[in-house]
T-cell receptor, first 114, second 116 residues
Framework: AQSVTQLGSHVSVSEGALVLLRCNYS??????LFWYVQYPNQGLQLLLK??????LVKGINGFEAEFKKSETSFHLTKPSAHMSDAAEYFC????????????FGSGTRLSIRP | DAGVTQSPTHLIKTRGQHVTLRCSPI?????VSWYQQVLGQGPQFIFQ???????GRGNFPDRFSARQFPNYSSELNVNALLLGDSALYLC???????????????FGNGTRLTVT
């Protein structure tokens, strides 16, 4: 069985500060890992994905994430937060054997302080 | 190009009624997935269809059903609605079922279902 745990349902940072959103996964097979962002009243947009290539993955809007197998983690970072980054962020896991579905975490709401 | 479109955007139903939600995938996408997102939680997988066949089913009761049409659009049906079915229902399309080989999910904006 696969699962993801997002640590912290709400994270607040100042504009210009480092953004760090934490995600740990559980998977008995090599995972595919994703970060999605959801703005109010919208669907989910893919930020980045890990599919067993480079462990450091760069995504859109300046976000990146690093796959650490030893720590079963896939944390999302951005060096400098912008007000427009305020949204809900979801970590998700899938695998080649269960490619028909993605398991999402419960989400982390990111707030940006001026 | 148009993204994934869902209709209606909002819907209010009474307990015991049934509902049909519709989804049109991105042109060229043959796979459609449905997710339920309850307020404050992450999306939960309901179904995936590819080439009009069911390819995956989540842990939902038989009151939930879906189908995919020859033009790859899809419907999600829910019978005997319960208060707990109130949620945002998201449709996502992809070129093919796999998630890890360059075929990511593209989500619509969802249908907000309220059951009273």
């Amino acid at each position: 069985a696969q699962s993801v745990t997002q640590l912290g349902s709400h994270v607040s940072v100042s504009e210009g500060a480092l953004v760090l959103l934490r995600c740990n996964y559980s998977s008995s097979v090599p995972p595919y890992l994703f970060w999605y962002v959801q703005y109010p009243n919208q669907g989910l947009q893919l930020l980045l994905k890990y599919t067993s290539a480079a462990t450091l993955v760069k995504g859109i809007n300046g976000f990146e994430a690093e796959f650490k197998k030893s720590e079963t983690s896939f944390h999302l970072t951005k060096p400098s937060a912008h007000m427009s980054d305020a949204a809900e962020y979801f970590c998700a896991v899938s695998s080649y054997s269960s490619a028909s579905k993605i398991i999402f975490g419960s989400g982390t709401r990111l707030s940006i302080r001026p | 190009d148009a993204g994934v479109t869902q209709s209606p955007t909002h819907l209010i139903k009474t307990r015991g009624q049934h509902v049909t939600l519709r989804c049109s995938p991105i042109s060229g996408h043959k796979s459609v997935s449905w997710y339920q997102q309850v307020l404050g939680q992450g999306p939960q997988f309901i179904f995936q269809y590819y080439e009009k066949e069911e390819r995956g089913r989540g842990n939902f009761p038989d009151r939930f059903s879906a189908r995919q049409f020859p033009n790859y659009s899809s419907e999600l049906n829910v019978n005997a609605l319960l208060l707990g079915d109130s949620a945002l229902y998201l449709c996502a399309s992809s070129e093919r079922p796999g998630q890890g080989n360059g075929s990511p999910l593209h989500f619509g904006n969802g249908t907000r279902l309220t059951v009273t």
